[in-house]
């Protein structure tokens, strides 16, 4: 299986902080990447698919970058709703598999 | 717009066969060629791909999972089903599941105890 792997696993931030999610592959995944939010005892939500395509309906505030092993998702300006964990997802290669999240905190 | 809702008991016994339905409405399961996919995660942990079927009935199983898991469609309900055999406590967590991946159920808890 291939591996995800987030950094950090957690952070502390700001309203209006601009905010930075790693997402690293153990091997190769063109672009066949996906990042999910999910607030606590709710459905992750998707919010970008093949690496940098955002979902219809999520704002532009996301956005995402990166191919073959490091991915970012960055969130521009940082919004109470915004408070969230993180995750992403390969699915070049079966099984689909997740990173272990990364929770945005308030500071 | 398409919605996902999972169903089935919250609670299962050690050994026993944990069986869900996810109802798909706003759209047709056979249509699309989507996949459909069940998903799970444990208490404070992350998320685990379970498999997936296509709407022609052809599934996917993870590895991990593959011996104990069925995944079945029934398009004239419009719902797909899981079933996870010989479950212990280590299969208690919530089950989602999604149209590929841009369309989640709500989430259904499921807890193994006797």
């Known amino acids: 299986d291939i591996q995800m792997t987030q950094s950090p696993s957690s952070l502390s931030a700001s309203v209006g902080d601009r905010v930075t999610i790693t997402c690293r592959a153990s091997q190769g995944i063109s672009n066949y990447l996906a990042w999910f939010q999910q607030k606590p005892g709710k459905a992750p939500k998707s919010l970008i698919y093949a690496a940098s395509s955002l979902q219809s309906g999520v704002p532009s505030k996301f956005s995402g970058s990166g191919s073959g092993t490091d991915f970012t998702l960055t969130i521009s300006s940082l919004q109470p709703e915004d408070f969230a964990t993180y995750y992403c997802?390969?699915?070049?290669?079966?099984?689909?598999?997740f990173g272990g999240g990364t929770k945005v905190e308030i500071k | 717009q398409v919605q996902l809702q999972e169903s089935g008991p919250g609670l299962v016994k050690p050994s026993q066969t944990l069986s869900l339905t996810c109802t798909v409405s706003g759209g047709s399961i056979s249509s699309g060629g989507y996949y459909w996919s069940w998903i799970r995660q444990h208490p404070g942990k992350g998320l685990e791909w379970i498999g997936y079927i296509y709407y022609s009935g052809s599934t996917y199983y993870n590895p991990s999972l593959k011996s104990r898991v069925t995944i079945s469609v029934d398009t004239s309900k419009n719902q797909f089903s899981l079933k996870l055999s010989s479950v212990t406590a280590a299969d208690t967590a919530v089950y989602y599941c999604?149209?590929?991946?841009?369309?989640w159920g709500q989430g259904t808890m499921v807890t193994v105890s006797s």
């Open positions: 999604a149209r590929e991946a841009d369309i």
């Open positions: 997802q390969q699915y070049n290669s079966y099984p689909p598999t």
